[in-house]
Nanobody, 122 residues
Framework: QVQLVESGGGSVQAGGSLRLSCAAS????????VAWYRHRQGDQREWVAT???????TYADSVKGRFTISRDNAKNMVYLLMDTLKPEDTAVYYC????????????????WGPGTQVTVSA
């Protein structure tokens, strides 16, 4: 019915930039708050940023000033522009939709994409 898929990951040198995309597809009426998380190998999943349906934005301190989250509601897309990347940003990045409403009247909570790998070399 509804699917989230991340893209845009890759390998980059420290100081470089990447833009991640999160595409929501399916019978979608509305996507509510969307967050980016990351999971470093051997570490716990870490919250990175959130954008609400009203474009209220919050960031983790570790990425504030370097990452920019945005959304295009018409396309059901959320983006994460990552600048001044550091080796410690290396992780699998996931998008999470807190709630998705479908045209068929369903409410789908806590949807996750499969993730996209970001590798930053020194």
């Amino acid at each position: 019915q509804v699917q989230l898929v991340e893209s845009g990951g890759g390998s980059v040198q420290a100081g470089g930039s990447l833009r991640l995309s999160c595409a929501a597809s399916g019978d979608i009426y509305e996507v509510h708050n969307v967050a980016w998380y990351r999971h470093r190998q051997g570490d716990q999943r870490e919250w990175v940023a959130t954008i609400t349906i009203d474009n209220i934005i919050t960031y983790a301190d570790s990425v504030k000033g370097r990452f920019t989250i945005s959304r295009d509601n018409a396309k059901n897309m959320v983006y994460l522009l990552m600048d001044t990347l550091k080796p410690e940003d290396t992780a699998v990045y996931y998008c999470n939709a807190e709630r998705i409403l479908t045209r068929g009247g369903l409410t789908i909570d806590d949807s996750w994409g499969p993730g996209t790998q970001v590798t930053v070399s020194a």
